[in-house]
């Protein structure tokens, strides 16, 4: 065992040094997200909780970018719901802001109580599919961001060159993966534990199991015209681009889930 | 005689708890293990983040095994082993390899929502239902209840 440096005269020195620290990695892009307590703190004094309950579900909306301080307990929930609290005239006012936090909390009673559920089905997929007709790997195109669906590779995009992606963009690309591409949530939420600076293996295996179906009432899918409305705009939402978005959701659930539409 | 407190990734706070439950001449480890971080598959940026986080906190870094560097400065330290609690089946593995020879001790971070242990985690609505009210509350209830 041997001591390792803490000082550095720049950030790059310490990257410099976390590269010799991994030499079994291969790929050395760093997100712009600063560790650190200090870093947290100032993210901190940013948030708007108010804001957040009326546009989080918008790419551009007024998420606070915490959730990799609070993977790793630098900044706590009990910290953030006080600060909440504190910035409302009314608890309601803030209720979507605590209740995004409760979700954390909740994902982590689950993998405290359920650790066998990170990375096994809890339940069968309702997709009129069995677990074994999904594949195991993720195919090289979704590992490259090249998949040909314009706003997908974008977010991929994003995931690779920052370790960040909103919520919403989150479950769209999940919900592609397992659904328009049949690939098994375990291989995605391996590919989103490596790239996410907040991966953690309940939050993130959870809500791939959610969006799968196999923890939850039914499959999660999106369509084109969802897109549209949360997109900021700077996404692609061509129909164009994104052809195999371009459906009701009617039309989606036939061609994506056609054993689970016969059976109807 | 003086205690070993062990900061892993799930807890990386210079007021974690367990900072309060050691003695004043407690020494402060994070343990940089190869083989658990290509297990756990992090990414660069990952290790990144993690390591400018270790630089701002009261602690030693070691490169090594987990259990090995752990079961050695305990070993010399002589007291206890002071944990953050965590989930993780990793971790938790180190921790049961320790207690063969060591006095271990799990300390719980500041809870989000005091609940009963057996609160029902079918749906998360079914929990939130029973947790809005404390979580909707300063400090989660911490003083009138379990976690």
Known sequence: MNNLHRDFATRDALIEYVAELSPWLDERRVSPI????????????????????????????????????????????DQLRNLALRGCERPAQV?????????????????????????????????????????????????????????????????????????????????????????????????????????????????????????????????????????????????????????????????????????? | MSDLIWLHEDALRADHPVFAAAGADSSVVFIWDDAYLQQMGYGFKRLVFIYETLVELPLTILRGDQFECLARLAGEAGGRVLVPATPNPRLQQTLERLRGDFEVELVDDVAFAMLPQEVDLKRFFRYWNKARKVAMTPGGGSRTGTQ
């Not at chain 1, 804001?51 to 970018?65: A, D, I, P």
Request: net charge neutral; proline share 4%.
């Open chain 1, 95 to 264: 209720e979507k802001f605590i209740q995004q936090l409760a979700w954390r909390d909740y994902w982590q009673r689950v993998y405290r109580r359920y650790p066998e559920r990170i990375w096994s089905d809890v339940e069968p997929y309702k997709t009129g599919y069995t677990a074994d007709e999904y594949a195991t790997e993720l195919p090289k195109d979704i590992v490259a961001g090249e998949t040909g669906v314009a706003c997908i590779d974008q977010f991929i995009a994003v995931l690779l060159q920052t370790g960040y992606l909103h919520n919403h963009a989150r479950m769209y690309v999940a919900a592609y993966v397992v659904h328009w591409r049949r690939v098994s949530w375990q291989a995605g939420a391996r590919w989103f534990l490596h790239h996410l600076l907040d991966g953690d293996p309940a939050s993130n295996n959870l809500s791939w199991q959610w969006v799968a179906s196999t923890f939850g009432n039914k499959p999660y899918i999106f369509n084109l015209d969802n897109l549209r409305k949360y997109a900021d705009g700077g996404t692609n939402t061509t129909a164009r681009d994104n052809a195999v978005l371009d459906a009701s959701y009617e039309e989606l659930a036939d061609r994506l889930f056609p054993r689970k539409a016969a059976r109807q």
């Open chain 1, 34 to 77: 600063v560790g650190g307590a200090k870093a947290g703190l100032e993210k901190l004094e940013t948030i708007a909780p108010l804001e957040y309950g009326r546009t989080r579900n918008f790419l551009n909306g007024s998420v606070t970018g915490l959730a990799p301080y609070v993977r790793h307990a630098i900044l706590t929930l």
